[in-house]
């Protein structure tokens, strides 16, 4: 048996659900924030609204990254938007003269994209993605560059792919390397910490203490650009590294 309430606080609606479990828990979830506190039967009014209470600046965090994950999801490809590329926001401009689609970044913080008259969302954003694509390749390539001599490795192909759940890969046999392609909206000093990791997985193929030193080593601020990667503007799911 449950029994639902709602109540208001601090401008906040909790959906409240009591029900025969042993712990009180609080939860908020996508796409909206909604806040929802599921407490054991015997839960007074004011318990969850001290619990409430004390979780506030916690759940104003999780709700803003919910919102922002929705902007970023709903994206038109039209002037006015902001865009990321290598950590720093963009303004896009749409012009619609172009008879070789393309994109070049003008007026420091402006980027222009060139298209045909009758494209499509789609178009518009295969056009982005591809243009991210050949941008980080010039950066992955002088890169690979440095960090080889550094680390003492030679990998054989880096690709770039759109992945929901991973920053990079890596398969040691083949010397190959797969990077996430939002990587591209990241500052460049996050796709070369990827790089470096997935780069000493030739060395060590597990997360081992070994892996751990050698990242020490060669990369002394990695965790640094770990926590940077995962708390810049989110898109379309959370990520895992
Ligand atoms: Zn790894």
């Known amino acids: 048996m449950s029994t639902k309430t709602k109540f208001e606080i601090c401008n906040l609606l909790v959906e409240t659900v009591r ?20 407490a054991p039967l015997k839960t007074s009014d004011e318990s969850v609204r001290l619990l409430v209470i004390s979780k506030i600046p916690w759940i104003k965090k999780q709700q803003s990254r919910f919102m922002a994950q ?23 401009n749409v012009s619609d003269i172009g008879l070789i689609p393309r ?9 222009y994209m060139y298209v045909k008259s009758n494209s499509t969302l789609k178009h518009r954003e295969k056009l982005l993605e591809n243009w991210y694509r050949s941008e980080i390749k010039k950066q992955i390539a002088s890169l690979l ?3 080889s001599k550094i ?62 030193s050698k990242m020490e080593s060669f990369m002394p601020n990695w965790k640094q650009f770990k926590n940077e990667l995962n708390k810049f503007p989110l898109s379309y799911s959370d990520w895992s590294y």
């Not at 796409?31 to 929802?36: A, E, H, T």
């Not at 994109?103 to 980027?111: D, F, G, N, S, V």
């Not at 992945?163 to 939002?182: Q, V």
Request: charged share 35%.
């Open 103 to 111: 994109i070049e970044i003008k007026r420091k913080a402006h980027l």
């Open 145 to 147: 560059e440095k960090w």
């Open 19 to 38: 029900k025969d479990i042993k712990n009180i828990h609080l939860g908020v979830y996508p796409p909206n924030g909604r806040i929802r506190v599921a």
């Open 151 to 212: 680390i003492g490795v030679k990998i054989n192909e880096v690709e770039i792919r759109k992945m929901k759940t991973k920053w990079g890969t890596c398969n040691p046999s083949y010397k190959k390397i797969l990077l996430n392609l939002e990587l591209a909206k990241k500052p460049a000093r996050c796709l070369e910490y990827v790089l470096v990791h997935e780069m000493i997985h030739l060395l060590e193929k597990k997360h081992s203490d070994k892996f751990k």
């Open 70 to 92: 929705e902007r970023q999801t709903k994206r038109e490809y039209i002037s006015g938007e902001s865009h990321y590329f290598l950590g720093k926001r963009y303004l896009l």
